[in-house]
Structures are given as structure tokens and as C-alpha cells.
């Protein structure tokens, strides 16, 4: 990654010293640590927010990305029975599904630029059913960025081939995979995995395989299921194992906080403050340090406050979606899928500029402050926006790792399947 010039971030003068420090420790060159870290979440709001939009505003300019997806939930029958899931369902329950063929198939709309698939661990697929889901959705769109399965689910193939995940990476790359989502990640913390998904795989096991799939080229996004019974440390100390990783093995192309939906868990009475929310994302932007993006995953945060999120920090809004089934199904307030034109809106309401990517963060297309594309526009002999224009050398925009793909990181889901 492109070293990031911290213009914005030299620019202020912070008045609190918890955020003052942050900034100095960011203008020298290093990360921030737990214990500078854990205390951003009682100092201002506001102020909070300022240095995390200049970090975000030093990498991207006032760029704010976001891709025309869909996503695809092929079963939700698990062999699991994590605690805070409300999504799966056991075999012959009553609400379990597993979608034919031609089901998965029409998920692959004309208009859409990435598919993000994750599901259940099915007690009775097996591993080549999973790829029939890539390859089915490869074959009916074959230049549709395919971001799939999670590390819980990459570990279940593991044991279901008893092959490593080198080798199951290397199939499933075959059959059309271009990067993996963030899911399955929750907390890292052995407390709360003991708590509420112990038969899930934990941290150890997510960093290898997440390190693995870089290792091999294939990039992937990062998630922290956050506003359930994780303390505020344990999600720093999540944002600083995350950053060890990418330093080790980058791919990542982005963090994505996930705000809890209690759904009918009985874990929390309710979902996390909208200030929480925005916190949260201010510091992963400031802790996190080394991934391009935060995003805003509006499924979860819902559209007001993902919109707010886009001056905390935020740099990505994932996508259109389409039918989103894993956090509706606990009862999440936002939108089923939110069209291309709300979500320039929202973008353009926040102060920012629209970008469309793929799942590899290739540019698609970029909006005027009108909402119309600047393709469009060039193609009725309008000019581009001197403002864009200035973005134009954003060391993330066009990064390299575009030639690798990122959707990767994101994932939603990552309640499901981890
Ligand atoms: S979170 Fe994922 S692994 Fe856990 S029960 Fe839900 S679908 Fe299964």
C-alpha cells in the first residue's frame, strides 16, 4: 500500500489530549496502541470524528466507494448454533431453506458488478456444492466479481475434504473465486467465543486462513461483530490483531464494523447507540491504520447513521445488496436493498463523492454533485468536476490491489456463515 500523506491530519489541532496523542503517534509514522487506542471512546465525539474523516480524506480525498451487488444466501440450514445468530435454521426446521440451481441463478441480475455469497455449514452439501454455487453464478455472468465464503465456512470445507486450506483455497479460486468476505470474524476474544459461538472457529484459526488466501493472491475484507457482550478493549485489541496480520500478509481491502442487531438473542436488549456506532468507526479508522477502507455497512447501522459515518471515517458504503437475508432475519431496521440512486444520495448528502466499484475497487464510474455519472455527463459533452478531478491521484482510488480484487473485504453476512 501507497504511503499516506497526512495533510489533513497535520492540519488540525486537536484540544483533547487523547486525540492529540493519537494524531502525533499517526503523523510519526506509527499505530496507534491499545492503550492509546481503548480511551478514544470517551473523548469528543466531534472532535473524534475530525481526525478519523482527515485520515480517510488523506487516503481518498472526499471519494466515497460503493459497488451494485447483490447478495446471495444459498442456504441458511447450519450445522451450527452460534448465539447470536438468528439467520440459521437446523436440517427440516421449519423457515430452513436451500435454493435450487435456478434460484442462485437469478440472483446474477444484468446490472450488477459483484455477488457476495455466503450460508450455512449444510449437513448435507458437499464441498462440490459449494463450488456449483460459484460456478453456476461464474458461468451465467462471467466477468462478475465473485466474493465468497468466509473463514468458518473455508475451515468447514477443510474438514469436510480433510484437505488444507491451501488446497481448497486453490478450488475454489478455480471455479470463479476472487476474494473472500470478512465474515466469521466476531470478536476476537476467547471470552466471548466461549460465550455465545464456541463451536465456532476463533481467532487463531481466522488469522491463518484470511493469511493463507493473501498468500495465495486472494484478497479479502475484515469484520468486527461489535454492541453485544465485547468489551470496548476487546474490540481494539481485535482492530490491532487484524493490522498485525496485514502487515504480515496485506490483502485486506476493508474493515467493516458491524453493529449487532439483538434480533431475538436475548444477548442485549437493544441494538448500540448511534454515538457508538460512529465511534466505533472513527477508531478503526485511526487504529486499523494500514487497510485502505472503513466501511459503513448500512444494512446494519441503518441509512442515517451509515450516512453520518461518512464523516467518522468512512470510505465505503458497500453496496446495493439486492435481498439481504442474514441480518433482516434478526430483525434489521434498514431498507431491503437500497438502489443505486439512494445510495449516491446518501453519499452526496454526506458532503462526499459517489464512486462505483467492483469488488476489486475498480472505478466504475463517478457522479457529479448532480447524481448524474460523469459517463453519462461526457457522453452529452458536460465536463468533469474540477473536485474529482483534484482526487485524481487518491493513492487507494486506483491501488494496485485492484489488480487483485477487494471485494474482498467486506461481507455482511459475516454473521452467517460466519
Ligand atoms: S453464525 Fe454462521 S456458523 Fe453460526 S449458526 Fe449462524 S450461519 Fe451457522
Not at 481485535?238 to 464494523?257: D, N, S, V, Y
Not at 457529479?368 to 457522453?379: I, K, L, S
Request: hydrophobic share 45%; net charge neutral.
Amino acid at each position: 500500500m501507497a504511503a499516506v500523506e497526512f495533510q489533513h491530519v497535520a492540519g488540525l489541532r486537536p484540544g483533547d489530549p487523547r486525540i492529540a496523542a493519537a494524531r502525533a503517534t499517526l503523523l510519526q509514522g506509527e499505530h496507534l496502541s491499545q492503550e492509546q487506542g481503548v480511551p478514544l471512546f470517551d473523548a469528543p465525539l466531534l472532535e473524534l470524528g475530525r481526525l478519523a474523516n482527515a485520515m480517510a480524506r488523506d487516503r481518498h480525498g472526499d471519494r466515497v466507494y460503493f459497488t451494485v451487488n447483490r447478495q446471495l444466501n444459498p442456504t441458511n440450514v447450519c450445522v451450527l448454533a452460534c448465539r447470536f445468530c438468528d439467520y440459521a435454521k437446523k436440517p427440516g426446521a421449519e423457515g430452513a431453506y436451500t435454493m435450487t440451481r435456478e434460484q442462485i441463478e437469478a440472483h446474477v441480475e444484468p446490472g450488477i458488478s459483484e455477488i457476495h455469497i455466503v450460508g450455512g455449514l449444510h449437513d448435507r452439501w458437499r464441498f462440490d456444492d459449494y463450488l456449483n454455487v460459484i460456478r453456476w453464478v461464474k458461468a451465467k455472468k462471467p466477468d462478475l466479481s465473485v466474493k465468497a465464503y468466509t473463514a468458518v465456512e473455508i475451515d468447514f470445507f477443510c474438514r469436510l475434504t480433510k484437505k488444507p486450506a491451501e488446497w481448497v483455497l486453490t478450488e475454489l479460486r478455480a471455479a470463479g473465486l476472487d476474494a473472500l468476505p470478512g465474515g466469521g470474524a466476531e470478536v476476537f476474544s476467547e471470552r466471548v467465543r466461549r460465550e455465545i459461538f464456541q463451536q465456532k472457529i476463533g481467532a487463531q484459526r481466522w488469522l491463518e486462513i484470511h493469511e493463507i488466501a493473501h498468500a495465495l493472491g486472494i484478497p479479502s475484507n475484515a469484520t468486527l461483530l461489535y454492541g453485544h457482550i465485547e468489551t470496548r478493549a476487546e474490540r481494539v485489541h481485535h482492530m490491532i490483531l487484524l493490522r498485525g496480520l496485514e502487515q504480515r500478509a496485506p490483502g485486506f481491502f476493508a474493515f467493516i464494523p458491524l453493529a449487532f442487531q439483538p434480533g431475538v438473542t436475548g444477548l442485549v436488549r437493544r441494538q448500540a447507540s448511534a454515538i457508538e456506532d460512529l465511534k466505533t468507526i472513527a477508531i478503526s479508522r485511526l487504529v486499523f491504520d494500514n487497510v485502505p477502507h472503513v466501511k459503513s455497512y448500512w444494512i446494519m447501522l441503518g441509512q442515517d447513521t451509515a450516512g453520518v459515518a461518512l464523516n467518522f471515517g468512512a470510505s465505503d458504503m458497500d453496496g446495493t445488496i439486492g435481498q439481504e437475508k442474514i441480518a433482516h432475519a434478526a430483525l434489521a431496521r434498514s431498507p431491503v436493498g437500497m438502489a443505486e440512486a439512494g445510495m449516491v444520495h446518501s453519499i452526496l448528502e454526506a458532503g462526499k463523492i459517489p464512486v462505483q466499484r467492483d469488488a476489486l475497487y475498480r472505478v466504475v464510474r463517478e457522479y457529479g454533485p448532480d447524481g448524474e455519472p460523469f459517463a453519462a455527463r461526457g457522453a452529452n459533452g458536460a465536463e468533469r468536476s474540477p473536485a474529482v478531478d483534484s482526487d485524481a491521484g487518491d493513492s487507494d482510488a486506483g491501488d494496485a490491489q485492484a489488480a487483485n480484487s477487494d471485494a474482498a473485504r467486506r461481507d455482511v453476512a459475516t454473521r452467517a456463515a460466519g
